[in-house]
């Protein structure tokens, strides 16, 4: 049998200091979970089985891989990005700054500190990796501990578990939850084919309305982190452009403002910042609305997807799934405009990523480690693997 992660094991993950080591340890532990409840319902994917490669996608934006310097390039190439840099740096030479246009070029990167807001974006994925692993992995590991051992069904042992969970609806009750663990408990049970695959994925995609909804406020978080405000821009930057100031530069920047003296540069400031908070944007939403699934199967979740449904779910039975999808699924048994315009509305996710959850539910891959045999070993040892991630 697999690797039984505990609840204990679950808690020391989500205690980890470190949000990269952490991510990384989460997305291992839901490999893990996931291959336990495979195990006992054909290698049909569960929750989990997206999870980790949700997880380890989340990774890239809690890194802030290369997201610098992609900004870099973007504003480099991009023709409005450069005649605003030209129109800001103008303006600075007409208030006196003594420096050339590549000097006050380089001021600007340096003064926007496009670091700190890819790092804005990086906390509020990583609170949102943690919070749903916190709750939902603890709530596998503790269900795998009361029942997923069970050679026969048994009402009250799962009633039990359920119990255990909060009454109400998401963000702050665990409705969905409780209705997901039921279904998977069923489907341990389900001799017939369809009816268990129907169960999985009822269960997933009651698992994900629910983890969906807790992670709303991170996700909209990531999505506007702003670069940095204009006008806490203008004051670095004409701070750095003009040090002879000193200690007088609020005043003087207060005075030049009543009267009228900043506002060439201050509409200059305006529009190179929003032009930059635009780029920045479309970098991180991206990243975020980007999974790659294994062998290099990358999904843009902006995109509609290409895959056919299984035949097994071509058309669906199972009447709490069909109510279910008819809250969720605008274009019934069919992925045509599955692909989520805005990642930041939740019905426009859930409609995604419950076509997804259909279409892979039979993809065996998903139960495929995310990680090399080295990795894993660093990982176990409470290390960061050296090797490319």
Request: charged share 20%; hydrophobic share 40%; aromatic share 8%.
């Amino acid at each position: 049998m697999s690797v039984l992660p505990t609840i204990s094991d679950v808690e020391r993950i989500a205690a980890l200091p470190d949000p990269v080591l952490r991510n990384l340890q989460i997305t291992q532990c839901y490999h893990e979970l996931s291959l336990v409840l495979g195990e006992r319902t054909g290698w049909s994917a569960n929750w989990c089985s997206f999870a980790t490669w949700a997880s380890k996608q989340a990774g890239h934006t809690i890194r802030k891989e290369d997201l610098s310097r992609t900004l870099e390039d973007e504003l480099g190439s991009d023709a409005a990005a450069q005649r605003a840099v030209q129109n800001l740096a103008a303006a600075a030479q007409r208030m006196g700054a003594r420096t050339g246009i590549e000097e006050i070029t380089a001021f600007i990167w340096k003064v926007m500190q496009p670091e700190a807001a890819f790092t804005r974006s990086s906390d509020a994925v990583a609170r949102g990796n943690l919070k749903v692993f916190a709750e939902i992995g603890r709530e596998f590991a503790r269900f795998y501990a009361d029942c997923v051992q069970d050679t026969v069904y048994d009402p009250d042992k799962i009633s039990h578990f359920c119990d255990g969970l909060q009454a109400g609806e998401p963000p702050e009750g665990q409705l969905h939850l409780g209705r997901a663990f039921l279904h998977y408990y069923q489907a341990l049970f389900e001799a017939d084919e369809k009816k268990r695959i129907e169960l999985l994925l009822l269960a997933n995609i009651e698992i994900g309305f629910h983890e969906q909804t807790r992670l709303q406020p991170e996700i909209n978080e990531a999505l506007s982190a702003p670069i940095i405000p204009p006008q806490a821009f203008a004051r670095n930057l004409l701070i750095a452009l003009r040090p002879d100031w000193g200690l007088l530069n609020e005043v003087i920047l207060y005075i030049m403002r009543l009267f009228g003296g900043l506002v060439d540069f201050d509409s200059a400031t305006q529009a190179y910042t929003a032009g930059a908070q635009r780029q920045a944007q479309f970098i991180v939403t991206e990243t975020m609305m980007t999974i790659e699934l294994p062998h290099h199967n990358r999904l843009r979740l902006g995109d509609d997807l290409n895959a056919a449904f299984p035949p097994i779910l071509q058309r669906i039975d199972n009447p709490e799934l069909l109510a279910l999808l008819a809250q969720i699924d605008p274009t019934p048994d069919s992925t045509k405009d599955s692909g989520a315009v805005y990642w930041g509305d939740l019905y426009d996710r859930l409609h995604f990523i419950a076509d997804m959850f259909r279409c892979q539910q039979g993809n065996r891959e998903l139960f495929e480690p995310p990680f090399s045999a080295e990795q894993i070993a660093a990982l176990k040892a409470g290390q960061m693997p050296e090797s490319h991630l």
